[in-house]
Structures are given as structure tokens and as C-alpha cells.
């Protein structure tokens, strides 16, 4: 078994020898920085480097690696003069990377050339083949990341997924993130008196305040998801294989499945949600248990029918 | 783990080193860690350790020795090996240092590999209150990205059948990967996690990509864009309380009120699902028989709750 931490840790080695042989020498603190490296690592790494090298393994044959005080010393190593060339995971981790952050939308022009020019040299004949959409079509990612990092309190309008009801609120935003190709905004929502999360694409409009605040020391790990409350309206759905993606969008139990449908519960402050999708998914969905849904939906179709007959 | 790290660090440098190739029996008899081994032990071991050196991104040759190609040796071109130079000024390796580690991929931080490798992590100002998680990274992602960007034909198991594919391009879309590519039966897209047993071909530039193909434009269309039906215009009308997040959709600008709007329409079933998503509040208006299709699938609805 190889495991990944071997991989990754020669990786860094191979990183680390030509950075020190091009300067002779480099401060300590640097390298643990740049390599991101504990003291403990950084010693046992060049101990290894001191006792490798080319055959015959004498005293001239292997690799100088030592700390001098405060400087990292590595020679005699000129076959490693540069790191290995990138892995093609590594290089689509990297632009990835940039171009998610340039879809944020506030990406500095030297990130934009920096990906550019990575690009090219990663896959010189395949530009245009990779693609990293994480929308931002209200382009408020990036005022929202300002109003985090200047611990401003902004006021929103705000359409909420659970409810399918437009409110009013001030935020303190703690941090900006992205996840299942959607951004969202993590913070202290003063309406409720609690941290909430919301989508950026479903604030229809916001004011960034005057009014400042202060940022908790640790800000949670952001995370979505739909956290089931009790008063929570219920109902089971059989869903055939069509409208399976139901089950990466919506926070839903999956009760049971086989080759024909999956039975899920779903769980939502209203009925709203759940009416909505039964008729997006017409026949490829059948609503099992929940009177509540059951009513919405028909109350809904109704509606609906007297609008197109 | 010790004795791997110096094991592989000095089969590296003799590969490198070696003015021609070297068989196994050579590394066997002068890189120091290989001795005293039985056969077996030395074969699983020289494999293993082939196997990361290519997982860092060693690429290890094996040439023939002689004309008759009876025996073959293993070799590493120093200048394969090498990283190439971007051309990276400060700044912009300042603000690829940040990206890398603002963004998660495979639940580890996507670009700092890269990062390492191109001269260590620059420090950046202050804290970011940015993140991204681009969800599950695969083995198969890295392997589909170094075909693609190789021009080399896959061959891969898809809801059960084997389909082979020149891989165009891969796009990261709603929370996840695709790849587009051609298929014996056209440009088509897959999601990557439902690709299983992958086999990326030996051959590089095996086929031409269209000219112009540009992944975003494939990836940006919305789901009834694309789609076997015949093209048609529909006039849809959002309330007031929907309009600028259906707005936001379309690509249209946001208007103060309700909103009109005429959609081209590739794919009937997906857009009548999304109009349906808006409830009561979205009311296809034209051409009639969408709006007869609309009602149908109302009360298929309806006889699915009841």
C-alpha cells in the first residue's frame, strides 16, 4: 500500500531541495511557511535528504541538508535542480482553484493573468476545455466579501428557499462561501437572533450599513443544509428514477429504495416547497403521506387549471 | 515509511543520473534499500515504488537496450521531469497562493499540491472571508483532465454500458463535475462520479477538437436550452414577487414589476417543470399547445396526490 502521505511528503521534498539549492541558504521560518512545514517535519525531512544520494552512498556521494541557526542549508543535490512537473490532478487543483475565486466575482487582475498563464502552460492546446461555474448572477459575492472582511452590518431583501417568502433583515456577515455550485453568505441574522445562512442569488437587493461589528473569534464551519425542526410539515413521496436528482438538492431521509422508486420523507418549515415540486415532477413523482401537502397541491393545481382553461 | 521516503529518493536519483536505461536487476544491485530482499519481496517492492514516483509526477520510460528489443531498461529524462516555467511575477503567485487554499476539493485543499511544487506558498494579506468547496475530487477527475489536456481517446462504464469518448473538456456545474466529449453517438455530457473503470488511451493527440469548442457555453445553457425538441419561442409571465429571480435565470435584466419574457425552448419537459417551480406565480402565455402541455401535467399531478 502506498499511501497518500508518502506521495505527498516526498512531493514536498522534491519541492523544497531546488527552492533552498537556487538561494544556498534560506531562513527557517520562510521554508516552514512557504512548504508549510512543523519544525519536527522540517528536521526529520533533511535528515532524510542528508543520508540519500547517488550510488556508492560515500560520504561525496550523498546529499548536504542541515539547519545552520536560523538558515536551511541544502547541497551537493544538483540532479534536483527543479520540482517535478505538476500531475494533472495537481494542475486542475490549482486552476480550479482561481477560477472559482474569479467567479466570485472580485478576483484580482493578477489572479486572471496568473490562471491564464498556468493554463497554458498546463494544457497548451486544450484552452477552453475546463470550466468552473459556481454562479454568481447578482453580482454580490463580492460586496458581500468586503462587507465580511470590513465587519460591516448590510441590510438585505431576501427570498427565502424554505418558505418561498420575501423578508427583510440585517446581517452581520462572517464569511462568503460556496458550495454545490451556489455561493452563500454565513453570518448573525439580527430578524431571528441567530446564525443563519443564505444564498446569494436569493438576495434580491442589499445596502451595506454604516454600522459596524465585531466578528465572532471562531467563526463556525460553513455548512448547508436543512436542519429538521419540530412544527416541520411532513410527507413521504415515491420518486421513480427520473427525478433521483431530488435527492442531491433537498435535505430528504431516504426511507427506502429499489430499482423502481425511492421512497423518501421530506421534511420543510411549509408546504410550499414540497407542492411546488410534486408538480415540476408530474408523473415521476407520487405523494404517499402528508394531508397538508396533499391539500396545497391540489388547492395549487386548481389554480393553476382555471389559469390555462 | 522511513525507509520508502530514502528508498524512492535514491531510485529517483539513480534513474535520473543513469547515462542509459537500467534494468531491474540494476536497481536491485546498486540503490541502496533493495538488498537482501527474496525476488518477490524485491519485485512488489520495485513496483510499489515505481507507482509513486509516477503518482508525484515522475515520468518513468522503459526503453529497449538493444536493436533486437530483448531487454528493456527504465529511465527518467531529466528534462521531462522538470517543471516547466509559467512565468509567474510575484503578485500573481501571491494570488494563486490564496486561491489554493480558499478552495476545497476531495475535502482537501485543491491547489496547494501545485503551489508547492511551483516554489512554496507566498503569504497572503490578512484573512480571506472566502471559501469554496467544489465537492467530491476523484482519481478519475486527474486522470480525465490529463487526457483531455493530451488529446488521448477513454474508454469508460456509464449507467452500465462501456462508451467511448474523445474527451473535449470538463466542467465544474450546480455542485458537479462533467465531462464533455464525443461519443459514437454525438457530443454528449457525463457526470463524472457516475463514471466507473476508466481506461485513458496510450496515444496523444488522437483526434482534433471542434474548432471553437469552448466548454462554458456548453455548461451555461440553461436545461431547456438543450434538448432533442424542435426550437420554440414561449411567452412567459412572472408576478411581481418572482420576476427578478426568474430575471436572474434568463439572463435578462431585472425588471421593476412582473415580468414578460420570450424563452427559446429545446426541451419542453424541463421547462415546464421550471415554470412550474414558480406555483401559481408564472403563467406560460403562448404558444397554446405549451400551455395545453402545462395542463396536463397539472393534473397528472393532481391524480398523483389523490
Known sequence: ?309 | MQNVVERVLNLLIYLLESPVPVTSNDVRNTVHGYADQTDEAFHRMFERDKQVLRRIGVPIKLEALDPWEIDEGYTVDPEEYAIGDPGLTKEERVALSVAARLVRLGGTEAGVGAVIKLGGLEQGAGIEPLAADLGEGADTLGELFGAIAERRRVEFVYRGHVRPVEPYGIAHRRGHWYLVGNSPDGERMYRVDRISELVVDERRGAFDKPKGFDIKAVIDAQPWETGADPVIKATVRFDEAVAWWAARSLGVDEPGGELTADVDVANRDAFIGWVLSFGESAEVLAPEQLRLAVADRVVATLGQVS
Open chain 1, 1 to 309: 500500500m502506498t499511501s497518500q502521505r508518502t506521495v505527498s511528503r516526498i512531493s514536498r521534498i522534491l519541492a523544497l531541495i531546488p527552492y533552498v539549492l537556487e538561494r544556498s541558504t534560506v531562513n527557517v521560518d520562510e521554508v516552514m511557511e512557504r512548504f508549510g512545514y512543523t519544525e519536527a517535519q522540517l528536521t526529520r525531512d533533511l535528515d532524510t535528504i542528508f543520508v540519500c544520494g547517488l550510488p556508492g552512498y560515500g560520504p561525496g556521494d550523498l546529499m548536504e541538508a542541515y539547519m545552520d541557526e536560523d538558515e536551511v542549508v541544502i547541497d551537493a543535490a544538483e540532479f534536483f535542480g527543479k520540482a517535478p512537473r505538476l500531475t494533472p490532478a495537481e494542475a486542475l487543483g490549482l486552476l480550479a482553484a482561481g477560477m472559482t475565486v474569479i467567479a466570485s466575482g472580485e478576483a484580482s487582475p493578477a489572479l486572471e493573468s496568473g490562471v491564464r498563464k498556468l493554463a497554458k502552460a498546463v494544457m497548451p492546446d486544450a484552452d477552453a476545455s475546463l470550466a468552473v461555474d459556481v454562479i454568481d448572477d447578482s453580482r454580490n459575492v463580492g460586496v458581500l466579501r468586503d462587507a465580511a472582511a470590513d465587519e460591516r452590518v448590510v441590510h438585505i431583501t431576501y427570498r427565502s428557499v424554505a418558505k418561498e417568502e420575501t423578508t427583510e433583515r440585517d446581517i452581520e456577515p462572517w464569511s462568503v462561501f460556496a458550495t454545490l455550485g451556489r455561493w452563500y453568505v454565513l453570518g448573525h441574522c439580527r430578524l431571528v437572533g441567530d446564525q443563519r445562512t443564505f444564498r446569494i442569488d436569493r438576495i434580491k437587493e442589499l445596502k451595506v450599513l454604516e454600522e459596524g461589528f465585531d466578528r465572532p473569534a471562531n467563526v463556525p464551519e460553513p455548512g448547508v443544509g436543512y436542519v429538521p425542526q419540530t412544527g416541520d410539515i411532513v410527507c413521504v413521496i415515491d420518486l421513480s428514477p427520473a427525478a433521483k436528482w431530488v435527492l442531491e438538492y433537498y435535505p430528504v431521509e431516504v426511507l427506502s429504495e429499489d430499482s423502481g422508486r425511492t421512497r423518501i420523507r421530506f421534511h420543510s418549515p411549509d408546504t410550499e416547497v414540497p407542492a411546488r415540486l410534486l408538480l415540476r415532477l408530474g408523473t415521476d413523482a407520487r405523494l404517499i403521506e402528508g394531508d397538508e401537502v396533499r391539500a396545497r397541491v391540489t388547492d395549487m393545481g386548481e389554480t393553476l387549471l382555471s389559469k390555462y382553461r
